[in-house]
Every structure is written in structure tokens, then in C-alpha cells.
């Protein structure tokens, strides 16, 4: 084993997989934890007793104890941080720190979801809203759901800046044309403008297909310190910044709705980097709605408040959720781990389906993997590279 020392360490990806994802009915979340635990591992090359670090949540009642047990691990760091779907950026950004300061020397990151299987199974139901405790008791009694809360931002971008409803629409149809080519995706048939116009409409302004898909399935991400990587299986890719940030959970609290707390998380994770938005290769996004992937795009920084639209109609700009995202490939509760995964193997040369190149034929240097979290009431964004 390295020795630790007090020396801030450079800390990689070394290991990436997913689950069985999809339509997933006879496996459990613990099952599809470990699944995505050893393939990670195995991707990795490394053994399994230099796992010392586990960040988990969304599982059981004491997540990253819970799953730590059912994969025989007795990790000395742990995570449990829960902020919604940019929970595992952020969790990256912790494991990171904890790496580079010498407190672990490797962190599996896992996560595992039936969130459709359930529904099928009558196991659960759908959930239209997060509880009615504490702040958000002021917003439920008027039928406030998930949903709306995105939907009212979404209108409020069109006020204020013009964007449109076909703008919105090309995200989901530019989501399936990349889950067209990526084996792994859940849906693949095309769609277009107007198929995403004319479906039933869920919240205005958002029909079916603005909406991400429910679906079952995990992955997992293992982080380690330099001394590990001459003995990984794999070229790492390096963790070169990271940012965090939370904004609000009361709507009467955000100050705009037009601005999402990937504002901050971009910023501060660009900038420890030390590279600019515009030398990015490949952007992962998380996409509950397709009015997230247009915010976002101009919270980090890849074009200017209220041009996602036009910005996004540009094809030869930054490729964006390469994989088909949550609107088309996978989404089985909290997508941030996915992100991860997905800007790792871009960044590799081992995409499933579409794999990005530079101008030149290249592999991709600089990736971006940004989650967001309840109702845009968190962010986090890690900035990945080659070198």
C-alpha cells in the first residue's frame, strides 16, 4: 500500500461500469449495486482491498453502511451526502479531496435503482412531490409538484429571453438521435420536433418527451490516488476541478429562475481546473427536462444567459450528453453517477455508440460531467481530463 503523506495527490478515475440498466425485474437495488461494484472494479484492474472510501445514498436507511456490508467492505471514509441528482458530482468532488489529502486512497462511488421495476410491481408509486415538512409545506397545498417547479422555470427562460418551444424540443430529439446509436439506450427510435410538440402534455410547457425516462439500473465510478494508477488496467482520466453549490428549496427563495446553481458549481470548477468552457471537448448533463440541458449549457459558461437555444442548434459546438441522457438512454432516479461514467469512457475512446473525436481525429482532452439536484436547488460539476 502507498504510503500516505500530507502532500495534496493527484487523483484519477481508474475504474468505471454500469449494471444491467433498462428494464430491470428480477434484481434488486443491493444487487445491482454489487454488479456495477465488481465490473468497476475489474475495469480497473486493481484488487479489491485497496478500496478503503464508499459513497452511496439513495438505498436503505444508512445508505453507505447498508451498502458497504452487502459488498463486504469495511470502508474508513465515508459519504452519504444527498442533494438529488447532483448528489454523486458532489460526492466526487468530496471523494477527491479526501483522496488528495491523504485520508483514503480509494473511493468506490455506487449507486443502484428498480425505480421502474417498483412502479410495474406496485412496489411504489409515483411520487408527485418530495414531502410536505418544513419549507416545502408552503407550496404543497397548491398542487405544486416536481414537475411544475421545473415547468415554471422553463416558461419564465421563454419570457425572459425568447427561447422556444421547438428550441426545447431539439434537446429531446438530439438526445434520442445519440441513444439511436448507443446499444445501452432504453429508447431508440427516432423522434422529432414534432412528435415532442404534439405528445400529452405533463406540465406546461412540457410534453411527455421533454420529460426523462423511468428506468432501472446503477453504475459505479472507483477513484484512487497517482501511486494506484501504474497498476490500473486502464489510462486514468484525472479529476482536474471540481465545484459545488446549493440555492434554494422554497420557490419563493430562488432569486431567478432563469439562473441555476451550476452558475456557481461551473465557475468554481473551471476555474480550480485551470481551463475555460470553451477548450471543453464533451459536455454530460443532467436532463430531467429538456429546459435543463439549455440552462445549464449557459450557467457553465458555454454561451451567454438566454442563447442556450441557439446555442444548442449549433451541432459543431461541444457534443452533450453523448450517451442519449436521461431523456432517452437511462434514468433511474439520481442520473449524476451516469454522467461520470459516461464522460469517462468519451474521454477512453469507449463509447458504446456515438464516440466524440477532435477536428484532428483525436480522442476528447476536457469533459465535463454536471449534476443538478430537486428542482434546481443544487449543483455540482466536475471537469475530467486525459492528461
Known amino acids: 500500500m ?10 484519477a478515475v481508474v475504474g468505471i461500469a454500469h449494471s444491467d440498466c433498462g428494464r430491470v425485474d428480477e434484481a434488486t437495488p443491493y444487487a445491482l449495486h454489487a454488479q456495477a461494484a465488481r465490473r468497476a472494479l475489474a475495469d480497473s484492474g486493481l484488487d479489491r482491498s485497496v478500496i478503503d472510501g464508499l459513497a452511496s445514498a439513495g438505498l436503505g436507511t444508512l445508505a453507505p453502511v447498508e451498502v458497504a456490508e ?18 454523486w458530482e458532489v460526492m466526487a468532488a468530496h471523494a477527491a479531496d479526501a483522496v488528495a489529502a491523504g485520508h483514503a486512497n480509494a473511493v468506490l462511488l455506487v449507486y443502484g435503482s428498480t425505480a421502474r421495476a417498483d412502479i410495474k410491481a406496485r412496489r411504489r408509486t409515483g411520487n408527485l412531490s418530495f414531502g410536505s415538512r418544513g419549507p416545502l409545506q408552503f407550496e404543497v397545498p397548491y398542487g405544486h409538484s416536481l414537475i411544475a417547479k421545473y415547468a415554471m422555470a422553463a416558461r419564465r427562460h421563454m419570457h425572459e429571453y425568447g427561447t422556444t418551444l421547438e428550441q426545447l424540443a431539439e434537446v429531446a430529439v438530439r438526445a434520442r438521435a445519440h ?52 497498476d490500473t488496467a486502464k489510462a486514468p482520466v484525472w479529476i482536474l476541478g471540481t465545484g459545488e453549490h446549493v440555492s434554494h428549496t422554497t420557490m419563493s427563495e430562488w432569486e431567478d429562475f432563469t439562473v441555476s446553481p451550476a452558475a456557481v458549481s461551473g465557475r468554481l470548477a473551471f476555474a480550480r481546473a485551470g481551463v475555460r468552457p470553451a477548450e471543453v ?24 444567459k438566454g442563447e442556450g437555444g441557439a446555442f444548442f442548434a449549433e451541432k459543431d459546438r461541444v457534443a452533450v450528453n453523448t450517451d442519449g441522457g436521461g431523456l432517452s438512454a437511462c434514468h433511474p432516479g439520481m442520473r449524476g453517477l451516469f454522467l461520470l461514467v459516461e464522460a469517462v469512457r468519451q474521454l477512453r475512446g469507449e463509447a458504446p455508440g456515438l464516440q466524440v473525436r477532435r477536428p484532428d481525429g483525436s480522442l476528447p482532452e476536457l469533459a465535463v460531467a454536471s449534476g443538478t439536484g430537486g428542482w434546481f436547488c443544487s449543483s455540482g460539476t466536475v471537469v475530467l481530463g486525459r492528461g
Open 2 to 11: 502507498p504510503t500516505l503523506t500530507r502532500d495534496r495527490r493527484r487523483v
Open 179 to 230: 441513444a439511436a446509436l448507443n446499444p445501452e439506450a432504453m429508447f431508440r427510435d427516432p423522434i422529432t420536433v414534432d412528435d415532442v410538440l404534439g405528445g400529452p402534455m405533463i406540465a406546461d410547457p412540457f410534453t411527455r418527451l421533454h420529460c426523462c425516462i423511468r428506468s432501472d439500473g446503477g453504475c459505479a465510478v472507483l477513484l484512487a490516488a497517482e501511486e494506484y494508477v501504474p
Open 70 to 87: 452487502y459488498l463486504g467492505l469495511r470502508p474508513r471514509w465515508v459519504d452519504s451526502t444527498g442533494v438529488g441528482g447532483a448528489t
Open 281 to 304: 471537448d464533451v459536455a454530460e448533463i443532467y436532463d430531467a427536462f429538456t429546459y435543463m440541458t439549455l440552462v445549464t449549457l449557459e450557467d457553465l459558461g458555454f454561451c451567454a
